[in-house]
């Protein structure tokens, strides 16, 4: 049997280990051909015979300015039903998942000191998903509609591959499915035809280290937990 790399396995443990949600950014740009490595490191993902599916959209500049703007516009004053074009999160929680939603929430408004009764507060933290939390650049991934729900599982690949392979080169990324409820206005602004839909979007640039958002921590079920083995 082969025996393991120690170096290998510490770098790829790190790299894995350290990606997180960040909710905050600092300014500073990606240029592009770092964004087009990434991209290139990411479609190394496997895809059901090689299907490929992902349809990346990178936002930047006055692009993302524009978008942002749209979508608040909208959040603060709906106008259509803001519903994604699939069901990304179950219509009914039940355990295990309610309670780890839930901690989810309380930790992070913890961090951020906003109470539980503090509605508006929460409303505007919610907003900042637009906003790509400030993030130089934003993505937008859509699928063919013609494809399966084997491709969600690509995809998944697709976009964890990407942010490991974004962790390497220093950046930190949100994956958000907020953006799907906002489909009309991402399928108009970027000319994403109707053939495809939309599957989340994505925050990506340098962590801003000093806001408190960023120090939050999400658990882990460990292996043996989720695990079985059929001897």
Not at 174 to 197: G, K, M, N, T, W
Request: charged fraction near 20%.
């Amino acid at each position: 049997m082969p025996t393991p790399d120690p170096t290998a396995v510490e770098i790829v443990t790190q790299t894995i280990r350290s990606r997180h949600s960040t909710r905050r950014f600092l300014p500073t740009p990606v240029p592009k051909e770092i964004l087009l490595e990434i991209l290139d490191l990411a479609a190394s993902a496997p895809s059901g015979v090689n299907t490929q599916p992902w349809h990346v959209h990178v936002l930047t500049g006055a692009k993302l300015a524009n978008i942002s703007t749209a979508i608040l516009a909208e959040y603060d004053h709906p106008t259509f039903e803001h519903k994604g074009e699939y069901d990304y999160y179950p219509q009914h929680w039940v355990e295990p998942y309610l309670s780890r939603r839930r901690k989810n929430g309380l930790d992070m408004y913890g961090l951020l000191k906003i109470g539980k009764e503090d509605k508006s507060q929460m409303k505007a933290q919610w907003g900042r998903n637009f906003q790509f939390f400030d993030a130089p650049v934003g993505l937008i991934f859509s699928l063919d509609r013609i494809m399966g729900q084997g491709s969600l599982i690509d995809y998944g690949g697709f976009l964890q591959t990407l942010m490991i392979a974004a962790r390497a080169y220093g950046l930190d990324t949100c994956v958000q499915a907020a953006f799907c409820d906002y489909h009309p206005i991402l399928h108009r602004e970027l000319d994403i035809p109707d053939s495809e839909f939309i599957v989340c979007g994505m925050s990506l640039g340098y962590a801003d280290p000093a806001d408190p958002v960023n120090t939050l921590e999400t658990g882990r079920v460990p292996a043996q937990e989720f695990t079985r083995f059929h001897e």
